[in-house]
């Protein structure tokens, strides 16, 4: 997962200096941070003209087109806010939003692991994601050249654990926690986008968690 810095106070400069009477609130530029796989991320930002200057207070993740991408809306001080429209390189992706039975209805504190070939990937399900800020509860996974989910693993917040896979990439999932014994399989359906899958349309309901090809798109800075 990529990263964004878009809150607090940053000069940009390894030299410490004495700013007196005087501020850089406003004047620090946000920082765009791709992951690099190894634990270690470089800033981008510069790159693709998202080191903006603007005074970010806040910041939230959401596919407001349902392409596949994430996109990003800040919330700026005393300056209007700004969402950033994700056009980066298509890849695959898969998303999960989760429903809570015996959990909470929006499985807040949920853990989704998620497997293809040999790569692993986690998201937790939370409310806040800064300042005043809350992103989307879909949790979202980019996949690479991956069309296939290998393994899934759901750690519901009532103790449950949930098994899903393999599933197909490029899709949006809904899955409800299972009201039984932890061994009981989950309610998984496919949510229909409304610009590539008709508005409207009701979930596809999955019976051997099976669906067909989506183009969808990594989420590139």
Do not use: C
Request: aromatic residues 6%; negative net charge.
């Amino acid at each position: 997962m990529d990263m964004l810095e878009g809150v607090g106070r940053r000069s940009g400069h390894e030299k410490l200096f004495d700013l007196g009477q005087n501020t850089l609130n406003g004047y620090e530029r946000n920082g765009l941070f791709r992951n690099n796989g190894d634990g270690t991320f470089t800033d981008v930002g510069w790159l693709n003209a998202a080191d903006r200057d603007e005074d970010g207070r806040g910041l939230a993740l959401v596919d407001f087109d349902e392409d596949g991408r994430l996109d990003l809306a800040m919330r700026n001080y005393r300056q209007s806010a700004v969402l950033l429209k994700n056009v980066g390189a298509e890849g695959n992706f898969a998303s999960f939003k989760l429903e809570g039975t015996t959990s909470n209805r929006d499985a807040v504190g949920a853990k989704i692991r998620l497997r293809t070939g040999d790569a692993w990937q986690t998201r937790v399900v939370s409310l806040g994601s800064g300042y005043l800020s809350g992103s989307t509860l879909h949790q979202h996974f980019g996949v690479g050249d991956a069309t296939r989910l290998d393994e899934i693993t759901i750690e519901w917040p009532s103790g449950k654990t949930s098994r899903l896979g393999p599933l197909e990439a490029n899709h949006r999932y809904h899955v409800v926690e299972p009201e039984g014994d932890e061994g009981d399989r989950p309610i998984v359906s496919v949510i229909a986008p409304p610009d590539k899958r008709g508005a409207g349309r009701e979930p596809t309901q999955l019976g051997d968690a099976e669906a067909g090809p989506n183009p969808g798109a990594l989420p590139e800075s």
